[in-house]
């Protein structure tokens, strides 16, 4: 009786690890990701990039290229080529993004014009807050 | 406490009647050994697959652009969420092999004779619905392994005249596997299939119930003498009562399945994630040796090697007709396959050719 | 009863022998190619007519030396560089489809910078690329890269026989010590990502990025400037640390997940023996 005691109390605490083993994972597999948005957002001054010219910032951890533009105004494409991940250089003459590495061609929308890159460039969501502009 | 909610229970629900009935008193016969305990296996790897594969529908993504990422998502970022997708696969290739298991000892121990013709019928329904979890599943991360083999199996009823190609168009929703035929699978696989399943495994269940576990050991008893023109449940006055006795066998069969699947979870993490399940879907780069999944490599190698389309797919349609039906056609009162020389030696070479044909339609 | 199902199967079987028209080849055809994808293999020309017995066998050698390229796996084919049109044998070789054939050795920079334009533009500007401009062939990409048979560049290239051809192997053997450490810590990470991706983690971020490393790495040696290389060296270790790390971080989580369901599987090894040992307690 004594053994068949103890085999049902080990059994019982077998079960519950092992539940527990799941319900744990369970849990953090449920929890809403973690909140970091906000910190990474990326403010720069407008004057800061005058018409015609454009600047780069580090936007979650990636280089975000900001034009703007002398018609269609501000616009924050992502730098990493999509084809392996070169980054690309823009032209202001001929208004291109150009890869450096197997000469993909994006527009301004960040299209491909030509080249092997399979998707267009990352457009990075960006608000303008008076004299401020907002990335992310 | 304890004492007031059993109380309460009692007068609606009737907990105790309910215990009696289902456990204590519910008797299964003495000679019954593990084997009886794979279909229950199988209840628990459907449990397990409901549950994984609710945990994954929350970060799972229906579309061709974003699919392949949400899978590498779960599987990389969310926390455990590895945990979850190996069990689903793992578990979903188990199952299967569970309920194949399970058909094989109902088959060995005849115990699909009248009768219990329908249950055998809703099981092999089952078993279809399964491998069409498998197939939906299959496609769902949007990998070039899950893309091509999906191409391949689709394009098996092409073979069908008149129908195929409609029938091929309609389950790719175009001519080629595209996001369309994503989304499709996905329904397939979270909405259709589900309520199916349910079904067939309440009239499965419902079933066995009501008829009764069948005794072995085989030969023949009152059910297999007398004519079947009253229902009469099958009881063993003199058995084991289901719980503690079957029920543990249960517990523990369902143990071993989580056993073997955390084994391979641990010691073989990528048996079923070759090179090609880590590369998103290409629609313009074939992978060299495409081929659909293990549990339907028979049936598409069989297709291989027949040279008439036509006579290929009838051919399996008769094998599956035949499967499904088999309690009807076999309609002999043995049910001791070791009296029965012809059916052995029928079984033996289907089951070696099934070996055969999965082991060609590999390479 | 019985006997009408079987005549009725018997029938159906019958029935499609009496269609026993088309065989294996056509079932083939028809079955295994037609609705597989939407991409059938391209009909490429080129390499059709410069594999045939009609070329000269100096000619007949460039299709086998492109199969076996870097070029060739990563599916860049002869129209990619040399204009033309594979789809069209009548025209492929006319220059109003942007044929061009061998290039003459003064456009070979231009030639291959169509693509490789980073590393077009550094080459110019070194020593190399002065000398090649001055006189019109000095050493170029095909110098150390070969035309056809281009394979992955890696640090081998640099040779005391290729190097040595043309100047002392000094400045070249200094230049391959400045690169030896980076070019090998790349390969190594390469390796390790490859082997990360065989345990079925997906790695075509690090991967995509580790190249973007490559790429200006390479782009920064063909200045063949051994002062510049040594100067910014650092500024390439420490991208590459930040791959390295990422990397350790995912052979740790993977670590941690084989322990973890090896945890899981003990449990209910537990489990299982405790109650098998329990069924077969008898009672008392």
């Known amino acids: 009786m004594r053994r068949r005691t103890f085999l049902r109390s080990l059994l019982a605490v077998c079960g519950t690890l092992s539940f527990a083993s799941f319900a744990y994972p369970l849990l953090r597999f449920l929890a809403p990701p973690g909140d970091t948005d906000k910190e990474k957002k990326v403010t720069l001054a407008k004057k800061d990039i005058p018409v015609g010219t454009s600047r780069v910032v580090l936007f979650d951890q990636k280089p975000v290229i900001v034009i703007n533009h002398q018609e269609k105004g501000f616009i924050a494409l992502s730098k990493v080529c999509t084809h392996l991940g070169c980054l690309v250089e823009f032209n202001p003459a001929t208004d291109i993004l150009l890869c450096p590495c197997h000469a993909g061609t994006y527009d301004l929308e960040g299209n491909v014009l030509s080249g092997p890159p399979p998707r267009p460039l990352a457009k990075i969501p960006f608000k303008v807050e008076g004299e401020q502009l907002v990335i992310g | 406490m304890v004492k007031r909610i059993r109380d309460w229970l009692e007068v609606r629900i009737g907990l105790d009647e309910l215990i009696r009935q289902n456990l204590t008193e519910y008797r299964v016969p003495k000679h019954i050994n593990l084997f009886h305990a794979l279909g229950a296996v199988a209840v628990v790897g459907y449990v397990i697959q409901v549950i994984t594969g609710i945990c994954l529908l929350i970060y799972y993504i229906p579309h061709a652009d974003h699919a392949f990422r949400s899978v590498q998502d779960i599987m990389t970022k969310v926390p455990y969420g590895w945990l979850f997708r190996q069990m689903h696969v793992v578990g979903s290739n188990l199952l299967i092999t569970a309920v194949l298991l399970h058909m094989v000892t109902i088959f060995l121990m005849g115990n699909y004779k009248r009768p219990r013709e329908l249950t055998w019928v809703s099981g092999g329904m089952l078993l279809i619905i399964t491998l069409g979890f498998g197939l939906s599943g299959y496609l769902l991360p949007w990998t070039q392994l899950s893309y091509w083999a999906t191409t391949v199996v689709t394009s098996i009823p092409t073979a069908f005249p008149v129908v195929g190609d409609f029938f091929t168009r309609l389950l790719r929703g175009g001519n080629y596997v595209t996001g369309i035929t994503l989304t499709r699978f996905f329904a397939v696989h979270v909405s259709i299939l589900p309520p199916l399943f349910v079904l067939f495994i309440a009239l499965h269940i419902a079933l066995i119930r009501r008829i009764g576990l069948s005794a072995t050991p085989f030969g023949k008893s009152d059910e297999e003498k007398r004519p079947l023109t009253e229902y009469r449940k099958k009881t063993h006055p003199h058995g084991h009562p289901y719980y503690p006795y079957l029920f543990q066998r249960q517990v523990l069969m369902g143990i071993m399945y989580f056993i073997v699947m955390f084994a391979i979870v641990t010691f073989a993490p990528t048996f079923f994630f070759p090179e090609e399940a880590t590369v998103p879907a290409d629609a313009f780069q074939t992978p060299e040796n495409i081929r659909p999944e293990w549990y339907l490599l028979a049936p598409y190698q069989m297709l291989k090697l027949i040279p008439n389309k036509f006579l290929g797919i009838l051919m399996q349609i008769i094998l599956l007709a035949v499967f499904i039906f088999w309690p009807f056609l076999d309609t002999h009162k043995e049910k001791n396959i070791l009296k029965r020389p012809i059916l052995r030696g029928v079984f033996i070479v289907i089951m070696i050719s099934l070996v055969i044909l999965m082991w060609w339609g590999r390479r | ?284």
């Open chain 3, 1 to 284: 009863m019985k006997w009408c199902i079987m005549l009725m199967g018997l029938m159906l079987l019958v029935l499609p022998v009496t269609a026993w028209g088309d065989y294996r080849e056509e079932f083939e055809k028809g079955f295994l190619t037609k609705t597989w994808s939407g991409q059938q293999p391209e009909e490429n020309f080129c390499i059709e007519c410069h594999s045939s017995e009609k070329m000269k066998p100096e000619y007949l050698r460039i299709t086998d030396e492109w199969k076996a390229s870097w070029h060739a796996q990563n599916r860049i084919a002869c129209h990619d560089c040399h204009g033309g049109d594979p789809k069209d044998p009548a025209m492929s070789m006319s220059p109003h489809r942007g044929f061009v054939g061998k290039p003459e050795p003064n456009e070979v920079p231009e030639f291959c910078g169509k693509c490789h334009i980073g590393i077009l533009k550094n080459y110019l500007e070194s020593g190399h690329g002065r000398a090649f401009r001055s006189s019109g062939n000095g050493p170029n990409c095909v110098t150390c890269h070969g035309s056809h048979n281009i394979q992955q560049a890696n640090i081998e290239i640099i040779s005391e026989q290729r190097c040595a051809k043309c100047h002392s192997y000094d400045r070249a053997r200094a230049m391959k010590q400045a690169l030896f450490l980076t070019e090998k810590k790349i390969e190594e990470l390469s390796r390790d990502l490859l082997s990360l991706r065989n345990e079925g983690v997906y790695i075509d971020d690090d991967r995509m990025n580790l190249f973007s490393i490559q790429a200006d790495f390479r782009a920064l040696f063909h200045s063949v400037d051994v002062n510049l290389v040594k100067e910014r060296t650092d500024e390439f270790s420490h991208k590459l640390a930040a791959v390295e790390s990422r990397i350790t971080a995912t052979e740790r989580e993977l670590r941690f997940r084989r322990n973890f369901s090896a945890i899981i599987l003990l449990f209910f090894v537990g489990m299982g023996s405790v109650l098998y040992l329990l069924i077969r307690t008898p009672k008392e």
